[in-house]
Structures are given as structure tokens and as C-alpha cells.
């Protein structure tokens, strides 16, 4: 079992930064995956990065120059950096966690993430 919790999340204005934080515990040891996804009013969960165990990471092409994914090794915390914010990014953002891509997904609760105009 594995437990996520996000933090970080608030309100800023269109150009300011956020960071997401998303602590992990429980059966960790072996999460290879672990990524950050949103969700807008009535729209689909979107995967927003990703940072796999080696250090590589893929971002949506929405947020591709502006969000950075790191990851406190061994510290089990899962960053989402967010600069350059726009009030579209507006979403409740979630963290997950894996141990393979196709294995089970776990995931926080969600931090909400509004950019004012």
C-alpha cells in the first residue's frame, strides 16, 4: 500500500509560481513511476509530467518550458515546479505513484492549483 499526499497548491496571479509537493509513504521501495496529473471542471484528467527511477522525465506539451518534475531521492517527495502560470492551468492537481507503468496507480488526494487573471 502505498499513501500520497500533495500539498502546495493556492491561488496566484497569471505569471506568478507555485510548488507542489507530493510525499510518499508506505510500500515505496519499489516506485519506479511516479507523476502529476490535473483535472479542470468537466474536463478529463490530464497527465501533466512524469519522472521515472534514472532520472528521465516527460511533460505534456502544455506545460513543456515552464513545469519542472523532480524527485527528493531518497526522500520520497515528488516536486512540481510552476512558473509562468496561466489562468488555463487552473485545475486540482494529483499526484501518483507505481511501481510499472502497467501495475497499479495510486494517488493523493488532489491540491487545487487557481490562477487568477
Known amino acids: 500500500q502505498v499513501q500520497l499526499v500533495e500539498s502546495g497548491g493556492g491561488l496566484v496571479q497569471t505569471g506568478g509560481s507555485l510548488r507542489l509537493s507530493c510525499a510518499a509513504s508506505?510500500?515505496?521501495?519499489?516506485?519506479?513511476?511516479m507523476a502529476w496529473y490535473r483535472q479542470a471542471p468537466a474536463r478529463q484528467r490530464e497527465l501533466v509530467a512524469v519522472f521515472v527511477s534514472g532520472g528521465s522525465t516527460n511533460y505534456a506539451d502544455s506545460v513543456k518550458g515552464r513545469f519542472t518534475i523532480s524527485r527528493n531521492n531518497p526522500g520520497n517527495t515528488v516536486y512540481l515546479q510552476m512558473n509562468s502560470l496561466k489562468p488555463e492551468d487552473t485545475a486540482v492537481y494529483y499526484c501518483?505513484?507505481?511501481?510499472?507503468?502497467?501495475?497499479?496507480?495510486?494517488w493523493g488526494q488532489g491540491t487545487q492549483d487557481t490562477v487568477s487573471s
Open positions: 508506505g510500500s515505496i521501495f519499489n516506485i519506479n513511476r
Open positions: 501518483s505513484a507505481q511501481y510499472s507503468e502497467d501495475s497499479y496507480q495510486y
